[in-house]
C-alpha cells in the first residue's frame, strides 16, 4: 500500500537555525499539507498546499515559515529561524478529493529546537 | 469555524470490554467527514475510521465502530473488545470541502487498557 514518508524522523537544531523538514506524498495525491503537534497537545494545522501553491495557511505559519515542492515529488517545509517554541512534532498528509477525504499521514518528524 | 469537542481527556477500561470515547463537532458544511485517529506513543498517528456526512449506515472497520448521530452532531468511536495494545491517545477530526479539505482535530482522548 502505498504510503506518504518523512525525512529526518528527528531533528535536532539550535534557536535561530533553518531546517527544512521533507516529505514524500503519494503519487496522484494532489493536495498536500503539513500539521504540527505540540508535545501533549493536539494536532495543528499549518498550511494547506494545491497546484503548486498554497490553498490556505493558518495564523501559526507565519513569516519564518514556508513550502515548496522543488521536483515534483519532494514537499518540504522550511523554518527560517527557528524558535524554542517550534520544537513540535511535523505531520505531512497527503489527499486526492476524488477517493473520499481520508488524509493520508506520514510517520512525522520529531523537531527539537535548543 | 470547524469545531472538535473531545471532552474526555483519560478513559479507563478493562480489557475485553467495550469503551465508547466522545465526539462532538461543529460545522456549517453540509458535506463533511468525520476521522478518528489513533496515536500511540511512538508518535504516528494511525487512521481508524471515517464516517461521512451523508452515509446512510454507521462505519465500521473491525473492532471499531463509530456511532454517527447527525442531529446531536456526535461521532463517537467504539472500540469493542478492548486489547492492551488499543492503549494510545486517539483524536477525533472533521473534514469539509468548505474548509479546505484541512483536518480540524479534538484534543484527543487518552485511553488506557487494563489488565
Known amino acids: 500500500e502505498p504510503e506518504v514518508t518523512q525525512t529526518p524522523s528527528h531533528q535536532v537544531t539550535q534557536m535561530g537555525q533553518e531546517v527544512i523538514l521533507r516529505c514524500v506524498p503519494i503519487s496522484n495525491h494532489l493536495y498536500f499539507y503539513w500539521y504540527r503537534q505540540i508535545l501533549g497537545q493536539k494536532v495543528e494545522f499549518l498550511v494547506s498546499?494545491?497546484?503548486?501553491?498554497?490553498?490556505?495557511k493558518s495564523e501559526i505559519f507565519d513569516d519564518q515559515f514556508s513550502v515548496e515542492r522543488p521536483d515534483g515529488s519532494n514537499f518540504t517545509l522550511k523554518i527560517r529561524s527557528t524558535k524554542l517554541e517550534d520544537s513540535a512534532m511535523y505531520f505531512c498528509?497527503?489527499?486526492?478529493?476524488?477517493?473520499?477525504?481520508?488524509?493520508?499521514f506520514g510517520p512525522g518528524t520529531r523537531l527539537t529546537v535548543t | 469555524a470547524q469545531k472538535i469537542t473531545q471532552t474526555q481527556p483519560g478513559m479507563f477500561v478493562q480489557e475485553k470490554e467495550a469503551v465508547t470515547l466522545d465526539c462532538t463537532y461543529d460545522t456549517s458544511d453540509p458535506s463533511y467527514g468525520l476521522f478518528w485517529y489513533k496515536q500511540p506513543s511512538s508518535g504516528e498517528m494511525i487512521f481508524l475510521i471515517y464516517?461521512?456526512?451523508?452515509?446512510?449506515q454507521n462505519a465500521t472497520e473491525g473492532r471499531y465502530s463509530l456511532n454517527f448521530q447527525k442531529a446531536r452532531k456526535s461521532a463517537n468511536l467504539v472500540i469493542s473488545a478492548s486489547q492492551l495494545g488499543d492503549s494510545a491517545m486517539y483524536f477525533c477530526?472533521?473534514?469539509?470541502?468548505?474548509?479546505?479539505?484541512?483536518?480540524?482535530f479534538g484534543k484527543g482522548t487518552l485511553l488506557t487498557v487494563n489488565p
Open positions: 464516517q461521512g456526512s451523508y452515509d446512510q
Open positions: 498546499f494545491y497546484n503548486n501553491e498554497i490553498s490556505e
Open positions: 477530526a472533521l473534514v469539509s470541502g468548505g474548509s479546505n479539505y484541512k483536518l480540524t
Open positions: 498528509a497527503t489527499f486526492r478529493w476524488d477517493r473520499g477525504y481520508e488524509q493520508y
